[in-house]
Nanobody, 120 residues
Framework: QVQLVESGGGLVQPGGSLRLSCAAS????????MGWYRQAPGKQRELVAA???????NYTDSVKGRFTISRDNAKNTVYLQMNSLKPEDTAVYYC??????????????WGQGTLVTVSS
C-alpha cells in the first residue's frame, strides 16, 4: 500500500513560519509531480504549490514570495516552507502526488491532511 503522510501543521501567530513535510511510504519506484493543496472552511480545495520530479515549481499568486516548495527524491518527501503567514492561510493542507509508480502500477495519492491555523 502506498501512502502520503503529512506532518508539521499547527497553530502559529500571524507573521510566523511553519514547515510542512509529506513522506511517501510503500514499495515506490518513482514519483512524478508532487504538490500541496489547501481547503479552508466553506471554500473549495485549491492548489498552493507544486514541484515536478526535476524540481520545476509553481505557486498560486497569494503565496508567491512567502512559501517555498522543495523535495528530496531520495527520501520520497516533499516540503512546504511557509513564512510570513497570514490568517487567510488558515486551512487544512493536503499533500498530493499525481503519479506514483509502485508495485500497484501508477497511482494518484492524497495525504490525510494537516491543519494550519494562523491566529493571534
Amino acid at each position: 500500500q502506498v501512502q502520503l503522510v503529512e506532518s508539521g501543521g499547527g497553530l502559529v501567530q500571524p507573521g510566523g513560519s511553519l514547515r510542512l513535510s509529506c513522506a511517501a511510504s510503500g514499495s515506490i519506484f518513482s514519483i512524478g509531480a508532487m504538490g500541496w493543496y489547501r481547503q479552508a472552511p466553506g471554500k473549495q480545495r485549491e492548489l498552493v504549490a507544486a514541484i515536478t520530479a526535476v524540481g520545476s515549481t509553481n505557486y498560486t499568486d497569494s503565496v508567491k514570495g512567502r512559501f517555498t516548495i522543495s523535495r528530496d527524491n531520495a527520501k520520497n518527501t516533499v516540503y512546504l516552507q511557509m513564512n510570513s503567514l497570514k490568517p487567510e492561510d488558515t486551512a487544512v493542507y493536503y499533500c498530493h502526488a499525481d503519479r506514483i509508480y509502485s508495485d500497484y502500477g501508477y497511482l494518484e495519492v492524497w495525504g490525510q491532511g494537516t491543519l494550519v491555523t494562523v491566529s493571534s
